[in-house]
Each structure stands twice: as structure tokens, then as C-alpha cells.
């Protein structure tokens, strides 16, 4: 059974930081590039970052500058893709959800996870 299992979120003051981790299963993440979505009150989901299993990378609008995406790599991969988060703000303020992601079809590939909840105060 595929998992996705965020962690790494919490309540952080405007302008601090915050590293984001999402473990996957071998295969899945093996074989898929992985993106970063969050989804914040009221709104729809929406892809912050994704990278490839080549360790291409691709970020919203929103997010170029602040966050960085990275992924384990090598023989002892914990299968673990990051969000480094810096100069956070109040609209970073979501739900933040990690899924293998299809960059052509520009779709998620997978069952959602619970993810980690983001919050910046002002």
C-alpha cells in the first residue's frame, strides 16, 4: 500500500522558516517525479514545487526564491522528498500536501496523505 506521510509543519512568525518532509514508498518514489501542493482555507489545492527523479525542479510563482523542493538520493534514500520554506508569509499560511506528480499530465498521481499544517502569523 502506497503512503505518503507529511511532517515538519507548525505555527512560525512572518519572515522565519520552516523544512517540510514527506516520505514515500520505495517505488513511487523511485520512479515519479514529487511535488509539494497546499491547500489553504476556502481555496483549491494548488502545486507549489515539484522535482523530477532527475532532480529537475519547478516552482509556482508564489513560491520562487523562498522555497526550495529537494529529494534523497543515492543507495541509502530514505525516500524522502523536502520543502525548505524561507520568508515565510501570512498567505503561506495552509495545509501542505506532497504527491507523486505527472509533470505532462500536470496531474497527482496518488491517494492525498493528511499532510502537515502551515501556519504564519503576521
Known amino acids: 500500500q502506497v503512503q505518503l506521510v507529511e511532517s515538519g509543519g507548525g505555527l512560525v512568525q512572518a519572515g522565519g522558516s520552516l523544512r517540510l518532509s514527506c516520505a514515500a514508498s520505495?517505488?513511487?518514489?523511485?520512479?515519479?517525479?514529487m511535488g509539494w501542493y497546499r491547500q489553504a482555507p476556502g481555496k483549491q489545492r494548488e502545486l507549489v514545487a515539484y522535482?523530477?527523479?532527475?532532480?529537475?525542479?519547478?516552482?509556482?510563482d508564489s513560491a520562487k526564491g523562498r522555497f526550495t523542493i529537494s529529494r534523497d538520493t543515492g543507495d541509502n534514500t530514505k525516500n524522502t522528498v523536502y520543502l525548505q520554506m524561507t520568508s515565510l508569509k501570512p498567505e503561506d499560511t495552509a495545509v501542505y500536501y506532497c504527491?507523486?506528480?505527472?509533470?505532462?499530465?500536470?496531474?497527482?498521481?496518488?491517494?492525498w496523505g493528511q499532510g502537515t499544517q502551515v501556519t504564519v502569523s503576521s
Open positions: 520505495g517505488s513511487i518514489f523511485r520512479l515519479n517525479a
Open positions: 522535482i523530477t527523479n532527475a532532480g529537475d525542479t519547478n516552482y509556482a
Open positions: 504527491n507523486a506528480y505527472n509533470p505532462l499530465l500536470r496531474i497527482a498521481l496518488l491517494r
